[in-house]
């Protein structure tokens, strides 16, 4: 069965950890597709990976299956689950980085484990705890290769989610960062990501600012107006990025490197103006 499954970990490219993965999928799966979203993340950072995985798996087909391995609780008594929403399935250790694809479903406000019955139609969490679908001996360090690609190969067979273990109700979430409102009418955003280019991607949305009356400070420097492409200003400029967020940006150079930006700072959005 030719069915898509996405990989994003923190593994990086210089090792085979990945590839292994791929082997494991390919093994029971031959006619799986299999897409690289990020083997970048930083070592352990399960915010960012929440985050990045964010910004890529609404753009998949439905039915699409993604395994998401930032887990630096691996071989400890972390879950293992699957969770399944109406539009794509998600295997992942269950700390907290499934929290965006959560959010997305409609789970405003989530703190810390979430009763099933809050969550809406349609979404259900199994806890992986059949062995008999797993790579043996099972490795304490790699859960990756023994645990999460054989179960999402076998998912893409069309194995039910059932017989993989069995439903559970509560996932590990975090907060989803949010701009916060003051009285002045000023909105206090937060760094949730630094890309490649070192744009400083904010969890200010498009529909917090007004493009005719926008002034931002951020880390001593303001910027008075909103962009619409990169290579609109000289210096320091603000833009709505692809992925809908408020980023901040230096033409051909590194704006996170230029301010000595790092996640979690704030930025301010002047709306008294």
Known sequence: METIITLTTDFGIEDAYVAAMKGVIIGINPRAIIVDI?????????????????????????????????????????????????????????????????????????????????????????????????????????????????????????????????VTDSINLFPIPQPEALESGDLIGHVLHIDHFGNIITDVQREDISPEKFYLEVAGRQIESLSQTYDEANGLLALVGSSGYLEIALKNSSAARFLGTRIGDEVRIRRGL
């Open 38 to 166: 990020s083997h970048s993340i930083d070592p352990q950072d399960v915010t960012q990976g929440a985050f990045v995985l964010s910004t890529a798996y609404p753009y998949f087909p439905d039915g699409t299956i993604h395994i998401v391995v930032v887990d630096p609780g691996v071989g400890s008594q972390r879950r293992s689950i699957i969770l399944k929403t109406k539009r794509a399935v998600f295997v992942a250790p269950d700390n907290g980085v499934l929290s965006y694809v959560a959010h997305h479903a409609s789970l405003k406000g989530c703190r810390g484990s979430t009763a099933l019955e809050e969550w809406p139609a349609g979404l259900e969490v199994f806890e992986i705890t059949n062995p008999g679908f797993w790579r043996h001996p099972v490795s304490s360090t790699f859960h990756g290769l023994d645990i999460f690609a054989p179960i999402a190969a076998y998912i893409s067979t069309g194995v039910p989610f059932e017989e993989f273990g069995k």
